[in-house]
């Protein structure tokens, strides 16, 4: 037998969960880990978002998030990276405000 490699962690599919994993794994030096999909590429929900719609799903709840807050992968630091944090808070907590004010 020919040269072989040795994994931690093998990954097969990238769905929510093996995404999240990745994500946590990348920012471990010590494991060795693959992952594969039958797709060539990433792709989030496709053909599913619809322009001017949201996704349900509470952004804390990125797969990275609640494992590892201060992880480079999470959402929040998305935000901060590319400098969206406070239009992001405002822009979320602006809809709500406006939501409650409604007459009943």
Same mark, same amino acid.
């Given at each position: 037998?020919?040269?072989?490699?040795?994994?931690?962690?093998?990954?097969? !599919?990238?769905?929510?969960?093996?995404?999240? /994993? @990745?994500? *946590?794994?990348?920012?471990?030096?010590?494991?060795?880990?693959?992952? &594969?999909?039958?797709?060539?590429?990433?792709?989030?929900?496709?053909?599913?978002?619809?322009? !001017?719609?949201?996704?349900?799903?509470?952004? /804390? @709840?990125? *797969?990275?998030?609640?494992?590892?807050?201060?992880?480079?992968?999470? &959402?929040?630091?998305?935000?901060?990276?590319?400098?969206?944090?406070?239009?992001?808070?405002?822009?979320?907590?602006?809809?709500?405000?406006? /939501?409650?004010?409604?007459?009943?």
């Amino acid at each position: 037998m020919g040269n072989s490699t040795m994994y931690d962690v093998i990954g097969i !599919g990238i769905g929510p969960y093996n995404l999240g /994993l @990745a994500a *946590l794994s990348y920012e471990r030096s010590d494991l060795k880990t693959i992952f &594969f999909d039958q797709n060539g590429q990433f792709a989030w929900h496709p053909g599913m978002l619809i322009p !001017g719609t949201d996704l349900q799903v509470p952004f /804390l @709840a990125d *797969l990275v998030t609640f494992a590892n807050p201060t992880s480079k992968f999470t &959402f929040t630091n998305y935000l901060h990276q590319k400098n969206r944090l406070y239009k992001f808070f405002f822009f979320k907590n602006s809809k709500c405000l406006v /939501l409650n004010m409604q007459p009943i």
